[in-house]
């Protein structure tokens, strides 16, 4: 067993005994079936007011097991780091947030798998009012200004702060352009399984080549390796994007394409 399932059946333990917790679930790999050594144990737990009023997120995770760390992340979520570095996300809210479950794209897993404690029944409905996977919406040209669109500006933008010597701020911009990068393979291969987090598992869902392509496009923040990452940027998003574009009737943006190429040979000297 992995030390994160002992995990789970404490915090579902935990959360049957806490009579002010109206509602629990959790989410994530584990829900999912998908999980392995390195996943985090994630959840949701909806106390009553007063008793989220007497809760200290770091007490109570450390009733689960001890922690090593723990802090509040920048989505207001609670973040545990229990024995062996395993990451435990705790959202500590109250009942009157259990209607804002019913904003959120889809629950990615079965509801049976999510539910752990729902004394009052409210909680199922909203779950079962989800999709279990997300769809995203990208049946039409405005994934082209949506994906395609922002990966040329920080191409070029990185570009342009590499020619300067700018190059960990390069770097950064980059970055930006990879991320756009992973949308658009999976638009043009049609794998959008993951699409809200694109690169999870992207060496699994999306060819070799494509694979290749987008480490090509990844470097370490020094001029030789931004020069061929930015290379290696180019020429996939320049196989990509006509093939998304085609599917709308529009073409890809050769002329930019071949300014960036003349660019690039200029500063290699290729």
């Not at 990185?158 to 700018?166: D, N, S, T």
């Not at 060819?207 to 290749?212: D, F, I, L, Q, R």
């Amino acid at each position: 067993m992995l030390f994160q399932e002992e995990l789970i059946a404490r915090v579902r333990r935990a959360c049957e005994a806490d009579g002010g917790l109206d509602a629990a679930l959790m989410y994530g790999s584990f829900a999912a079936g998908e999980a392995d050594e390195h996943s985090d144990v994630e959840f949701w737990l909806f106390f009553t007011a007063r008793r989220r009023a007497e809760v200290d997120p770091r007490a109570w995770c450390e009733a689960i097991a001890p922690l090593s760390y723990g802090l509040l992340n920048e989505f207001g979520s609670y973040v545990a780091f229990f024995p062996g570095l395993v990451r435990g996300e705790f959202h500590f809210a109250t009942v009157d947030e259990i209607a804002g479950v019913a904003g959120w794209p889809a629950r990615g897993a079965a509801v049976e798998r999510m539910l752990v404690v729902d004394r009052r029944g409210v909680l199922a409905p909203v779950l079962e009012g989800l999709p279990q996977r997300y769809v995203p919406p990208v049946d039409g040209p405005g994934v082209i200004a949506e994906y395609c669109d922002p990966f040329a500006n920080w191409l070029v933008l990185a570009l342009h702060l590499a020619a300067r010597g700018e190059e960990l701020r390069a770097w950064d911009a980059l970055g930006h352009a990879q991320r756009h990068l992973l949308w658009m393979a999976r638009l043009a291969e049609e794998s959008t399984a993951h699409w809200l987090t694109p690169s999870r598992g992207a060496e699994r869902e999306l060819s070799a080549a494509t694979v290749a392509g987008l480490r090509a496009a990844t470097c370490a923040a020094s001029p030789r390796e931004l020069a061929g990452a930015l290379r290696g940027a180019l020429e996939l998003g320049r196989r990509l994007w006509p093939v998304i574009a085609a599917r709308y009737g529009r073409t890809a943006p050769v002329e930019l394409f071949a300014e960036v190429d003349a660019a690039l040979a200029r500063r290699t000297g290729a």
